[in-house]
């Protein structure tokens, strides 16, 4: 320590360390080793100090002592040198409380200070400390403290105490302590206090009194299948179990904020530095935000931030979070997918269907037709292809760009797929291609795919797995004109009829990566061998040895021109 200030202030929110530095300021003044920048916690002085048992350190509660009396007896009392070590440390905790007399009597004292006397004042309210104070004393603010760094934390404490909590509990802990690490760690204390060693995300909840994160998934899963009396329900249940509406919207709201943010940052890394969540809550947002654009989410930003306005002053707060969950399932209902603009609704037909329960099969060989079309999921639609009888031309006079066959009967249309699929009887099923084909011909459904898993074909039976969190992705999956749309493109491959299962990943079932893990990995192994072979070409070595430079990064220019 090159240099000793005789007053410090430390100013900042409630839980952020300020009086817990004060004392290690105090133990590297008077260290046996000291002034020094790294007290030694041996000597007596440190010990005595972190007991609290020094008479060299007084700690002294400014909420408390707020009169000039006592202000008048500190006067007095730096008078004394001191007992053991080099200086004697006035610790005023919430100095902001004093009066203003008070803070008068303690100027003189400030303005001319004995040379073993060090005042350190903590507060939490900066701007009710007077400017004659503050003008002679060194002020260091302290930050709210990251909720990485308070999950870090409890974590290494709940290993040190053998406690058992779930990742997403971390994560609960660090938001409601609010950038606090005492209130974090107090927070702790009454979990384990209620629930003992093994914690369930559950029992986290109630005691924290906070929304459960099942529910605004819920609502937010509802609103991006655009289904109104879904997001209705579960409105219903969040108020029969007591939660508070404004709360809820706030969750609402940073639920779509980490959408919006996720659908813009397209890399991993960025994401976590940007959103401090649960590992499996950021692949779920990464599923999530891809069935919507950036600027659908801030369309849905704008209602919720509106209707937690609108809740301040409503004395019917139940109705404002239900017209805005209807709206926001209303919003892209009936738009155009490819001008995503409002296009009036058209009665849907049924189709004559040979199973009673499943919906026409949609192969991508084939034009769909409009009430064919409509059946399928929001958003979903094949590649055009003209046929030779359609002169290359859409029933509104567009020009088609790849011919299609022109649209058979539903029995013809039936044996011309049998006819197809028997060509390659008993192919292998490739599960990447299907993939792919899936990603190029149904954009909409890709993502939620590749929240899963594929574990194998037995037979005539294709297995996919979800985990338990990705409850959104495995509902949209689940509906029958996307297991429909799955069977088609296996059998194109196969040559024989195949059913499509989807179950939930458990214990029984091998570890292993998620189909949009896999591709990552892929891409990233493909990107690192770019890498090697731009860092091997000689014209690139040469341009970094004249410029002095390093490789960053590797674009094809099919990347490049995607990025401009």
């Known amino acids: 320590m090159r240099q000793i200030a005789h007053a410090y202030l430390f100013s900042g929110t409630r839980g952020v360390g300020k009086t817990t530095v004060a004392r290690i300021l105090a133990k590297a003044l008077n260290c046996e080793r000291g002034p020094t920048n790294h007290p030694c916690d041996?000597?007596?002085?440190?010990?005595?100090?972190?007991?609290g048992s020094s008479v060299d350190v007084i700690e002294i509660d400014g909420a408390s002592n707020t009169s000039v009396d006592d202000v008048r007896e500190i006067r007095e009392n730096v008078k004394f040198t001191p007992f053991r070590g080099q200086f004697r440390v006035y610790i005023i905790d919430e100095v902001h409380m004093l009066s203003n007399s008070a803070f008068n009597a303690l100027l003189k004292t400030l303005e001319e200070p004995p040379a073993h006397v060090v005042f350190v004042f903590a507060t939490t309210e900066i701007h009710k400390i007077p400017a004659t104070i503050l003008s002679r004393c060194q002020h260091y603010n302290f930050r709210r403290i990251a909720r990485a760094e308070i999950i870090e934390r409890l974590r290494h404490v709940a290993a040190q105490d053998q406690l058992t909590l779930e990742d997403r509990s971390f994560v609960a802990l660090a938001r409601a302590s609010e950038g606090s690490m005492r209130d974090a760690l107090s927070l702790l204390d009454q979990v384990v206090a209620y629930g003992g060693k093994t914690i369930r995300h559950s029992e986290l909840e109630v005691i924290l009194g906070a929304v459960p994160q099942d529910m605004v998934q819920k609502l937010v899963g509802a609103i991006l299948v655009q289904d109104s009396p879904a997001a209705l329900t579960s409105l219903a249940q969040l108020l029969d179990q007591g939660h508070d509406l404004r709360a809820f919207c706030a969750e609402v709201v940073e639920r779509l904020r980490n959408l919006l943010?996720?659908?813009?940052?397209?890399?991993?890394?960025?994401?976590?530095?940007?959103?401090?969540?649960?590992?499996?809550?950021?692949?779920?947002?990464?599923?999530?935000?891809?069935?919507?654009?950036?600027e659908q989410i801030q369309e849905l930003l704008a209602i919720f931030i509106q209707a937690e306005d609108s809740l301040r002053f409503s004395s019917h707060p139940r109705f404002v979070v239900e017209t805005a969950a209807i709206r926001a399932t209303r919003l892209f209902r009936q738009r155009d997918p490819d001008t995503d603009r409002p296009v009036e609704a058209t009665p849907t037909t049924k189709p004559n269907l040979?199973?009673?329960?499943?919906?026409?099969?949609?192969?991508?060989?084939?034009?769909?037709?409009?009430?064919?079309?409509?059946?399928?999921?929001?958003?979903?639609?094949?590649?055009?292809?003209?046929?030779?009888?359609?002169?290359?031309?859409?029933?509104?006079?567009?020009?088609?760009?790849?011919?299609?066959?022109?649209?058979?009967?539903?029995?013809?249309?039936?044996?011309?797929?049998?006819?197809?699929?028997?060509?390659?009887?008993?192919?292998?099923?490739?599960?990447?291609?299907?993939?792919?084909?899936v990603n190029a011909s149904f954009p909409n459904m890709a993502p939620f795919l590749e929240a899963g898993r594929f574990i194998g074909m037995e037979g005539e039976l294709v297995t996919i797995?979800?985990?338990?969190?990705?409850?959104?992705?495995?509902?949209?999956?689940?509906?029958?004109?996307?297991?429909?749309?799955?069977?088609?493109?296996?059998?194109?491959?196969?040559?024989?009829?195949?059913?499509?299962?989807?179950?939930?990943?458990?214990?029984?079932?091998?570890?292993?990566?998620?189909?949009?893990?896999?591709?990552?990995?892929?891409?990233?192994?493909?990107?690192?061998?770019?890498?090697?072979?731009?860092?091997?070409?000689?014209?690139?070595?040469?341009?970094?040895?004249?410029?002095?430079?390093?490789?960053?990064?590797?674009?094809?220019?099919?990347?490049?021109?995607a990025h401009e």
């Open 354 to 437: 040979h199973r009673p329960q499943a919906k026409t099969p949609v192969p991508s060989t084939t034009l769909t037709p409009s009430s064919q079309r409509q059946d399928m999921p929001a958003g979903e639609k094949l590649a055009p292809r003209q046929s030779p009888d359609s002169k290359g031309e859409r029933g509104d006079g567009q020009t088609l760009p790849h011919p299609v066959p022109k649209p058979p009967s539903s029995a013809s249309s039936t044996s011309v797929t049998m006819t197809a699929i028997t060509a390659s009887p008993q192919a292998p099923l490739h599960w990447e291609s299907v993939q792919e084909e």
């Open 42 to 51: 041996m000597c007596e002085n440190c010990r005595e100090i972190a007991q």
């Open 465 to 561: 797995g979800f985990p338990k969190q990705a409850t959104l992705a495995r509902a949209r999956l689940e509906k029958q004109d996307n297991l429909l749309i799955l069977a088609r493109l296996c059998e194109k491959q196969t040559g024989h009829p195949v059913r499509i299962r989807i179950v939930e990943l458990d214990e029984t079932h091998p570890p292993g990566p998620t189909m949009a893990q896999a591709r990552a990995a892929k891409e990233e192994e493909q990107r690192m061998v770019l890498f090697e072979r731009a860092k091997a070409n000689p014209t690139v070595k040469q341009a970094l040895e004249i410029f002095g430079a390093e490789l960053v990064e590797v674009r094809t220019v099919a990347q490049q021109e």
């Open 261 to 294: 943010v996720t659908a813009v940052v397209p890399g991993t890394t960025e994401l976590r530095s940007l959103i401090e969540t649960a590992e499996d809550d950021l692949n779920q947002l990464s599923v999530e935000a891809k069935s919507l654009t950036p």
